[in-house]
């Protein structure tokens, strides 16, 4: 089945006992056994499972091309997930430019527990000087955040395979409409479903999933389970519903997004434009290998200094000032500030999610702005 079919279809069941065609949120957090002591539901507690889950799960699975995924409460508590599950002492490496909540993570609750380097995972010469015997996983994230940077995955999993390793790449920027990592090798997708999955900017949510059901993966289960970090009912219902109109929404997104770089690129007060679907981004010939579109996320440098850049986005009328992505309604934000003083992203970049409002009134709006 195409991509459209499986993200309407993969996650619904007509509902047995109403016959109702949306599956309805089933809240209750306990199930009843049968005479026989067996839980005829399938489902014990919802913390295990829970019918709304089992939906979820199934239809990212089915999008990633995966076997099996785990949904959490947050991008966040997946990403914690997966090192949760690696035996203390594993050495992780992980892109310099890693989305900085979850370096934030490492850093700050993992330090200790296990090791990590941040390198510039696209240096293969770098990436194999930091591979030590402990190195149990890489971590990758493309198109990076915010400079939308590529890494060519299929290197990176070769390299990874030589030497024994994992490798988890972040796709949340790309979705899976755009990238699939686990065709090109990577072992577990993760995705903060906060984004473009939930596409509305109500939820949030988080997942990974697998190529394969191997003992890490099981590991991964139990974290779910047993830490907890799960999504409500409601969330996941939520989730299933936007997915529906995922593919749809991502074009839209790829469209205007494209014709948006295109519109800045060739703009006197912007001096570059970040996109991978444009030819002069440094790695628009790996992106075109392994994407099948470019995405709705992308980021410009305002010629000019901090100060003019705030100006910009203060003189925006459509673009709305705030952080995150993925939803219908156009983003912009001032990224050196939300990452903090250690930020190595430059002070007169602008990160925007490109939303689905008409592509004519995103450019005026930023037309007036820039003038
Ligand atoms: C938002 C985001 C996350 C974290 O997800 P939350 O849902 O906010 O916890 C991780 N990676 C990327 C690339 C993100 O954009």
Redesign the pocket.
């Given at each position: 089945m195409k991509t459209e079919t499986i993200a309407i279809h993969a996650g619904n069941h007509t509902d047995e006992s109403s016959r109702a065609v949306i599956q309805p949120i089933i809240l209750s957090t306990t199930f009843e056994r049968g005479l026989d002591g067996d839980f005829p539901g399938g489902h014990i507690y919802s913390r295990s499972s829970n019918p709304n889950r089992a939906s979820l799960e199934s239809v990212l699975a089915r999008l990633e091309g995966g076997v099996d995924a785990a949904s959490f409460s947050?991008?966040?508590a997946a990403?914690m997930a997966v090192f949760q599950s690696l035996p203390p002492g594993t050495h992780i490496i992980a892109p310099d430019d890693m989305?900085h909540?979850?370096r934030n993570q490492l850093k700050n609750l993992f330090a200790g527990i296990l090791t990590f380097d941040f390198i510039d995972v696209n240096d293969v010469d770098t990436l194999q000087q930091h591979i030590k015997p402990e190195t149990g996983l890489i971590w990758i994230?493309t198109p990076s955040?915010p400079l939308l940077k590529i890494t060519d995955i299929k290197t990176v999993v070769t390299i990874a395979k030589t030497n024994g390793i994992k490798v988890v790449c972040?796709n949340?920027?790309a979705t899976p409409i755009c990238q699939q990592p686990l065709s090109l090798g990577a072992d577990v997708v993760m995705h903060?479903a906060?984004?473009y999955f939930g596409g509305h900017s109500d939820l949030?949510g988080?997942a990974l999933i697998t190529a394969e059901k191997t003992d890490w993966w099981l590991k991964i289960r139990q974290v779910q389970e047993m830490g907890g970090a799960i999504p409500s009912p409601m969330d996941c219902y939520m989730l299933v519903r936007s997915i529906k109109t995922l593919p749809y929404r991502v074009k839209g997104h790829v469209h205007n997004a494209q014709l948006l770089a295109e519109y800045l690129d060739q703009h006197p007060a912007v001096e570059r434009v970040m996109y991978p679907g444009l030819t002069s981004h440094p790695q628009h010939g790996i992106a075109k290998q392994q994407m099948l579109a470019f995405g709705g996320m992308l980021s410009f440098i305002v010629k000019g200094n901090e100060e003019d850049t705030h100006n910009v986005i203060n003189k925006l009328q459509l673009f709305t000032r705030a952080t995150s992505?993925g939803g219908l309604e156009s983003l912009i934000e001032h990224r050196a500030t939300v990452e903090g003083p250690d930020t190595r992203t430059p002070r007169n970049l602008l990160r925007v999610s490109v939303g689905l409002e008409h592509i004519e009134d995103l450019i005026a709006d930023l037309k007036q702005a820039l003038s």
């Open positions: 947050s991008g966040n990403g989305y909540g979850l994230e955040n972040d949340t920027f903060s906060t984004k949030m988080g992505l």
